[in-house]
């Protein structure tokens, strides 16, 4: 039964951090570029898009799909950048853990 306890208070405590976790997770803010840094996207921890930035140089009639092409590319950019800190924060927060390798938390 102490064991019991004792494994409920650790759930509580994962649960706690989990939750801290997921708040820096959320206001993290991470940029992602493309063209040489023609185009800058900036995406919130949830991958929402917050701004976008583009180098006026590019505005030119002929030049639309290389524009519309180079924001793609920067937003993914972020997002895999986004990605990488959050599988960073879970790794840490689940060192020692018996989880899967490639099992995403939250669940």
Known sequence: MRDIMGMMGKVKEMQAK???????IAALEVDGTSGGGLVTVR???????????????LFKEDDVEILEDLIVAAHKDAKDKAEAVQAEK?????AGLPIPPGMKLPF
């Open 18 to 24: 989990m939750e801290k976790m997921q708040a820096e």
């Open 43 to 57: 995406l919130d921890g949830k991958g929402q898009m917050k701004s976008l930035k583009i180098d006026p140089s």
């Open 90 to 94: 879970t790794r840490e927060l689940t």
